[in-house]
Structures are given as C-alpha cells and as structure tokens.
C-alpha cells in the first residue's frame, strides 16, 4: 500500500502559495513524511517543512489521498504572482482554513518547525557538535521528529505534546533507571534532543526475542517499584488502582460506551480483585509492543515512553503478548509470572493479568480518547476509530 499527497504550500511568512500537483510515496502511514520532503525536493527544487493534516479521502489511515499544509524553508515572503515552484511549474490555487485553533501543536504551526529545528541546533552548538543535515521524519498531533546529523553522529529532535512531556523525565530519571535513549536535552516544553540508538526497530520479533524484551523490562520495573512517589511527584501520570478506574471514565464520558458498559459497572471491584493479587505499582511503558524496541539481537533499548505512567506492571506484558499466538503468549505470561512470584513471595501475578486482560484495551480506549480531546478536530481521522475499536475488543475478551 501507498499514499498520494497533496501539498498546500505557505510561504516563509505563513502566506498561501498554491497546491502542488499530487505525487505518491511509498509509506501508507499519514505520520510519516521524510519521503514526501524528499519527494518534493528532487521533484520541484522546494526544501519544505510537512506542518499537518488538512484532509484525506477515507476516514482513517493508512493509505489514501492525503492533503497537508507545508511550508516553503526561505521562499519568498509573499505569493508569487502566478505562483510557481523553483523549477518554474505553476501552483494550483487551494482554499486552505489558517485560523489559529487552541489545540494545534507548536509544531503544527507556520514556522513552528523552524523554531524547533533552530533550538535542536543552538543546543548542538552548545554541546560541541556542527550540524550537517536536517532532516523531517514524522509529523502528527502525538509527535514531530526530526533527524539532525552532526559531525558526531546522527541525533534526534522529538517534540511531544503536553499529555506527553512527561517522557523526558522518565528517560533522563535519576539512577539509571530505564535503558533509554540518552537526553541531551529538553526545554521543560516539549522539545527534546536525544542521541542515536543504533540498530533497527524490533518489528516483528518473534517469541524468544519477546522473552529476552520482557526479562530486560522486569528489571525496569522491578527498580521502578522503589520509586514511584518520586516519578508520580516528577510529573508521571498516577493511574493507580482506583485512580485508573476514574481517569477511564473522566476519559470516555463523551463517547459511547455500550459495548463496554459491564464491564465498566464492575471496574472498581476488578480493580480490587487486582490489587489484593500482591504486585506493586511500578513504572509502566505503556505501549511495550518491539517496535517500541531498538537494536539487535544482543542489545536493546526500549524506546517511545510518552505513553507510561505509574501503575499496574502486568499492562506491559498483556501489550508484548496482544499480538502472537496464543501457545506463545502463554509461555511469556508464564515466564513473567514466575518472576514477579519470586521477587513478590505470596503474589499471584497470573490472576493479575487474568483480571486485567479486559481492562487493558478497556485503559487503550481511555488513550485514545484522551488524545481527542487534546487535539485540533482536523488531526480527528488519526483516532477517531480507534474508541470504539478498543472498547469492543475490551467487550469480547471481558464475554457475557
């Protein structure tokens, strides 16, 4: 599968260019956009920042025709007159809606990306390191990311949004306590400049590198337990015990949650059940699924914690485990299992995790509701689908 786009282009002073004609790439993913910058400088002799979505032919990724406002770097402060890129092709005219909206994303702005690429690159300088290539990867209302390459080897802009900014503490927490990208630093509002972890993505680790992830994380969360106050007072989300039951439904009180309904009646008590099992509250990724994982067959580093919070430790195993056989994802659960029943003498981690195996995409529904309620309707097609999805899969593993 690929994507179309289409660009709506601003000046370098915000103003309207005109449209692109349509090109294709070959990510279906909305988020991605490094190919489309690419695509964009070889075709028409543009350098471009990607801003957001504007629109797209069917009502959610991946795949599609796709519209984005972008923004010329260093085109002329005022529209062409007729507008044309550099290589003298003209540009469509486009109606496009520039109208601040309260919940865009810094990065989501005219000039934002420019902004944030210049303050990457003054705290590169600070640290003795000359950019050489600046490089867009991903846009979206969760993140924006840059790659920015440097006489010392490549480094990483990421810019989260304020439900997310918490991941910064967690990655530079004292104590060494996560194997995470190093933080070479971070404004307090969003930006963040990590160094490169080398390697590749974990996508499509099959059960004995799934087994060594989750053996790495349990010693995570196994420090973790002796400091949840500090990460909690640090800015990490608590969603402890009664407090998970209350952000879910503070969460979902907007969308329709009838096909979850029951088991939304008897949260509290399962919640209960949960925690009379034994474990501690630790720190929880929140999304430990292995491409959330990079490196090699040796050496791994987890990456992507925008998501964790303070909690129960069994949503991280439920999440590696979601999408493998079953046979498999009992043999991991088992392993998990017995560590927690030798680090917890008396606990019984395997009703913990039986118990909150609906809860799981029950709190995933909870997420994503959580994001749209932080995000400008126009970036809505990214999740909108997600509620529903996830509050029906919490149904079917909860049953009658």
């Known amino acids: ?42 075709r028409h002799g543009l350098e471009i ?4 979505l504007l629109d797209a032919d069917r009502p959610a990724p991946p795949g599609g025709h796709v519209r984005y406002l972008a923004q010329v770097v260093d085109a002329p402060a005022v529209p062409l007159e007729p507008a044309v890129d550099a290589l003298g092709v003209p540009l469509e005219p486009a109606a496009v809606d520039l109208a601040p909206h309260p919940l865009r994303q810094r990065w989501a702005e005219a000039g934002g990306p420019a902004r944030s690429v210049a303050w990457a690159t003054g705290e590169l300088t600070r640290l003795g390191r000359r950019v050489t290539a600046v490089a867009q990867q991903r846009t979206w209302n969760l993140s924006a990311i840059w790659r ?30 996560i194997n995470g990208p190093v933080v070479l630093a ?20 099959g059960e004995r590198e799934r087994a060594a992830i989750a053996t790495q994380h ?14 909690v007072a640090a800015g990490v989300p608590d969603l402890r015990g009664a407090r998970l039951a209350d952000w879910i439904r503070e969460m979902l009180a907007r969308h329709d949650v009838s096909a979850a309904a029951g088991l ?56 590696l485990t979601e999408d493998v056989d079953a046979d498999a ?21 395997r009703r913990a995790v039986d118990l909150l195996r609906p809860v799981a995409p029950l709190r995933q529904a ?35």
């Not at 920042?49 to 957001?52: C, G, Q, T």
């Not at 999304?287 to 991280?316: K, Q």
């Open 1 to 42: 599968m690929s994507r179309t786009v289409t660009l709506v282009l601003l000046d370098s002073a915000g103003r309207p260019l005109g449209a692109l004609p349509p090109l294709r790439v070959p990510e279906p993913w909305w988020q991605e956009v490094r190919s489309i910058v690419a695509a964009v400088r070889q």
């Open 148 to 177: 920015l390459d440097t006489d010392q080897g490549p480094t990483w802009l990421k810019q989260l949004p304020p439900f997310a900014r918490h991941e910064p503490t967690v990655l530079d927490f004292p104590g060494e306590l």
């Open 329 to 349: 994802a009992a043999r991991l659960v088992d392993a998990w299992a017995r560590r927690w029943r030798t680090d917890v003498p008396g606990s019984d981690p």
């Open 264 to 319: 939304l009646d008897g949260l509290d008590h399962r919640l209960q059940q949960v925690a009379d099992c034994g474990l501690p509250d630790t720190l929880v990724h929140g999304d430990l699924h292995p491409g959330n994982v990079r490196g090699d067959d040796r050496h791994r580093t987890v990456i992507d914690w925008a998501d964790s919070f303070v909690g129960h430790p069994a949503f991280d195993i439920l999440r």
């Open 218 to 231: 349990h010693l995570v969360q196994l420090r973790a337990c002796g400091v949840v106050g500090e990460l």
């Open 49 to 52: 920042a990607v801003l957001r």
């Open 186 to 205: 971070a404004d307090g509002e969003g930006r963040m400049l990590l160094a490169d972890v080398p390697g590749e993505d974990r996508y499509g680790a």
């Open 366 to 400: 909870a997420v994503y509701a959580m994001f749209l309620a932080a995000i400008e309707p126009g970036e809505h097609p990214y999740h909108v689908h997600d509620v529903p999805a996830a509050l029906a899969r919490a149904a079917a593993v909860a049953g009658p």
